[in-house]
């Protein structure tokens, strides 16, 4: 928003033109807080934004435009929803030729660059009743096409770090051996990290995984009571998810764990089984969050009310509850998850476990060491507030 500001203060006449998957069910009260945006692109991006800049090139009215909010004569107007993309291999490959270089990109490590992330499908069709994409479509593109992209960027730019941000990058085992057998026939020797569901996974595919490349795996374990993630509908089995982490450890892939306090039915009894499931996994690392009653999930319509006013986005950080469950109010939570990132950080074996690793992979000392000094910085002095 404070770029828009800024583009604002230099040319009123620039339109500023935004995003937010997070917020998409509530545009009025999205333009209503950020006055120099002029459009709000509510979803289905790619299909969405080739109709507002030919509307803006050609001056035409942006109201017979799906799936955005805009501001005309003062007012807010919302349109209906758009269309999802049907054909994700139907579009180009980004334009990272208008980028002079990938040189200021980078997450975490310059050691890793040059870096970008990607997407290899978009979408997640499972009902986690926390998440805003739950029930969308799965999209996936096609090896070729991811591939060919990959090509690109090795011949182009170099790349020798991509992050695969699709929400859940294993959901068809077969395109994930085509996409490793051609990454590793054609020789890339890029690394790259994804995320996905700890039981779509197995042994077989996480040790492919790593000759083709992959160095990481974000999994979104949530929970280690089976009470909680039945309640949240996430649909997997702790042992599931004990056994995605010790094949990927086992395989070489370091693993990335979120977990949530909060989701319905916690108690301190479930807390603790999270807190041993941890202990007992010892993930390379590990994000502990609040529960957040997003706007447009089921979590919101339970904790909040069918059809209740949207909250105050603004307080909506997993890093500090807003909503308690019937045995744990938020400052317990909060607590919690202080009490996990504390359980992790001062563990001797988790220490041991990621030393470990570093001296197998000696690549990684220095994203290791920056995660150290992270963790010491986040524990030292913020209180564990902003911990990753
Ligand atoms: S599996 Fe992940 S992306 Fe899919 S609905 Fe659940 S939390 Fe969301």
């Not at 977990?259 to 007992?280: A, C, N, Q, R, Y």
């Not at 990132?341 to 030393?355: A, F, G, I, P, Q």
């Not at 000696?362 to 290791?368: C, K, N, S, T, V």
Request: aromatic share 10%; charged share 25%; glycine share 6%.
């Amino acid at each position: 928003m404070r770029t828009a500001r800024l583009a604002k203060e230099i040319d009123p006449a620039i339109t500023t033109v935004g995003i937010c998957w997070t917020l998409r069910t509530m545009p009025e009260a999205v333009m209503d807080q950020a006055p120099d945006l002029d459009i709000y692109i509510r979803h289905e991006y790619e299909v969405v934004t080739p109709h507002i800049i030919s509307s803006i090139a050609s001056g035409t009215d942006l109201g017979g435009i799906s799936g955005i909010a805009y501001r005309s004569d003062r007012r807010i107007n919302a349109t209906n929803d758009a269309a999802p993309l049907d054909d994700y291999d139907s579009l180009p490959l980004p334009a990272y030729d208008l980028l002079p270089s990938l040189e200021p990109y980078f997450v975490t490590a310059p050691a890793g660059k040059p870096f970008t992330i990607l997407y290899t499908s978009k979408g997640c069709p499972f009902r986690c009743s926390f998440c805003t994409v739950a029930g969308t479509a799965w999209k996936p593109r096609s090896a070729d096409r991811i591939v060919e992209e990959m090509r690109y960027l090795k011949e182009r730019y170099h790349l020798r770090t991509a992050s695969f941000f699709d929400e859940t990058f294993t959901l068809d085992r077969k395109r994930v051996a085509r996409v490793c057998e051609a990454l590793m026939t054609e020789e890339l020797e890029i690394n790259w990290y994804c995320n996905t569901r700890a039981h779509l996974v197995d042994r077989e595919m996480l040790a492919l995984m790593k000759r083709a490349g992959c160095r990481g795996i974000s999994y979104g374990i949530e929970s280690g009571s089976q009470r909680i993630l039945d309640s949240c509908e996430k649909s997997l089995k702790v042992e599931q998810a004990r056994k995605a982490i010790t094949w990927a450890k086992e395989a070489g892939i370091k693993t990335f764990c979120s977990f949530i306090f909060g989701l319905p039915g916690e108690d301190w009894d479930s807390v603790k089984e999270t807190l041993t499931f941890v202990k007992e996994t010892l993930p390379t690392s590990a994000q502990f969050n609040v529960a957040v009653p997003y706007p447009g999930t089921r979590l919101y319509r339970e904790t909040m009310g069918e059809g209740a006013e949207s909250a105050d986005f603004r307080k909506l950080y997993q890093d500090s509850a807003v909503i308690g469950t019937e045995a744990l109010p938020p400052d317990d939570l909060d607590r919690a998850r202080k009490l996990a990132y504390r359980s992790l950080y001062l563990n001797l074996r988790w220490w041991t476990s990621n030393l470990g690793h570093v001296i197998r992979n000696p690549e990684d000392l220095d994203l290791a060491l920056r995660y150290a000094i992270k963790i010491a910085d986040n524990y030292l002095v913020h209180g564990m507030k902003h911990a990753h």
